[in-house]
């Protein structure tokens, strides 16, 4: 599979992952990873705090969601 954004481009570059939020092939280069906070809640369910959690969660972003993500204060 090759990189979405490479062959837009003309080149062709194979892929590496898939973007979590769009699903594009993305390369080493077009790819953002972003890591993000667990959180569980205590035992005092819905209404209670919430727990940070040790281990973040990992997510392979394309360049193009990053940029929108960050353009809407997602991250």
Known sequence: MQCHACAVGGKSEPAVGMCASCGRAVCLEHS???HIPQY?????GIGGPLIRLPVDRTRL???????????AGAI
């Open 32 to 34: 953002v990873v972003r």
């Open 61 to 71: 972003l394309c360049s193009e969601c990053e940029a929108a993500n960050r353009a």
């Open 40 to 44: 569980r809640r205590s035992a005092g």
